[in-house]
């Protein structure tokens, strides 16, 4: 089954061959890992659209340390526990490090579902595609899915941007939203060890319009960070790396290690 749908007429887009193709003749060929591209240029915009393959190397390798698996751990948690349904998508996918994570945790408890992704980077989409080989995925903005109204049990948006009408729009009615925001501390004491006058996260109210609030989980705890590489890939996925001068990169560069506040919270919506 494919949620997909055409980008440029909307038709539902059905496996022929290699290629996805709509009733209108519209065909996207699928890439050799197995993904699909169906980000059309009028959706890139006239920012540098999603990361380079050298920062999404970065950031797979960091993840794969183990610094975030606290959250990944609660990430799974939640969605085993509140999918009703199988359809999942994971808006703004990235390289795949909590997708792989999420088919993992329902493959355990023999849960089953299908699990797509979705997002702007085509060489995250690729790292993505070829690590879950059970996705399926697709380039794409979060701002215009390429997916089917009403066709998704669960939808999980980890620092991602939020595009609320577009997750209403794909959710069934009752279904999830999991939501993955970085809290008031978050990386605080890096922010001290390169700013002068570092400031908090602004933490916003949890209300969503078109969603109801479920439940909040805060997942707090304390990361050792043992060299400049590490160190300077968690900068790189932060959105402080491109608010940053020569004078803090300057202080970045000099730390060869870290001990700093990993502060998430997890939340938990209904689409109404």
């Known amino acids: 089954m494919s949620i997909f749908i055409c980008p440029v007429c909307g038709k539902n887009l059905e496996l022929s061959g290699n290629s996805y193709v709509c009733e209108k003749g519209h065909s996207f060929d699928r890439a050799r890992s197995g993904y699909v591209n169906l980000l059309l240029s009028k959706h890139i915009g006239k920012a540098v659209h999603g990361d380079n393959k050298l920062m999404v190397q970065a950031r797979r390798d960091f993840l794969d340390k183990g610094y975030y698996s606290p959250l990944c751990d609660a990430l799974c948690e939640a969605v085993a526990e509140n999918l009703n349904g199988s359809v999942i998508i994971d808006a703004g996918c990235g390289e795949g490090y909590y997708t792989s994570a999420i088919i993992d945790k329902l493959n355990e408890l023999n849960i089953a579902a299908d699990v797509f ?156």
């Open 117 to 272: 992704g979705a997002d702007i980077s085509k060489a995250a989409v690729e790292y993505s595609s070829k690590r879950c080989k059970s996705g399926k995925f697709a380039v794409a903005s979060v701002f215009h899915l390429p997916v089917a109204d009403s066709s998704c049990d669960m939808l999980v948006t980890l620092f991602a941007p939020y595009c609320g009408e577009e997750y209403s729009r794909v959710l069934k009615k009752g279904g999830i939203m999991i939501m993955a925001i970085p809290s008031a501390e978050h990386l605080w004491e890096l922010k001290q060890a390169i700013y002068d006058t570092p400031y908090k996260n602004e933490v916003k109210p949890y209300e969503l319009e078109g969603f109801e609030f479920i439940e909040a989980k805060k997942i707090t705890y304390t990361m050792e960070l043992g060299s400049q590489e590490d160190i300077n890939a968690l900068f790189s996925m932060t959105p402080y790396y491109y608010r940053t001068g020569r004078e803090q990169q300057e202080k970045l560069s000099k730390l060869c290690s870290l001990r700093t506040k990993a502060d998430f919270e997890l939340l938990v919506y209904r689409n109404i």
